[in-house]
């Protein structure tokens, strides 16, 4: 059973822009943080940006200032907007939430692809 549906990735020229979503199906109770990693091939998986239940963020030094991480606590809902997108962003995005008993959780992933 699928409980984190991604949507959003695709092919983008350098310095275009993406939103990624995710959706939490309801069968994932209590929900406090979520946010997204990414996996480029031959390199290990990086959280990207996260936000705690409580509404704190934090993002990878390499994409502060270009991407931002909203959340829909109603919708059970993360999202990332990515501006200025640079070739090293290409990777396969992976949305991620814990539960509050520290219980986490994947969704598939979406390929994004930053090139001309």
């Known amino acids: 059973q699928v409980q984190l549906v991604e949507s959003g990735g695709g092919l983008v020229q350098p310095g275009g822009s993406l939103r990624l979503s995710c959706v939490a199906s309801?069968?994932?109770?209590?929900?406090?943080?979520m946010g997204w990693y990414r996996q480029a091939p031959g390199k290990e998986r990086e959280l990207v940006a996260g936000?705690?239940?409580?509404?704190?963020?934090n993002y990878a030094d390499s994409v502060k200032g270009r991407f931002t991480i909203s959340r829909d606590s109603a919708k059970n809902a993360v999202n990332l907007q990515m501006n200025s997108l640079k070739p090293e962003d290409t990777a396969v995005y992976y949305c991620?939430?814990?539960?509050?008993?520290?219980?986490?959780?994947w969704g598939q992933g979406t390929q994004v692809t930053v090139s001309s």
């Open positions: 991620y939430a814990y539960n509050i008993l520290g219980t986490r959780f």
């Open positions: 309801r069968t994932i109770f209590s929900i406090n943080a």
């Open positions: 936000t705690t239940g409580g509404g704190i963020t």
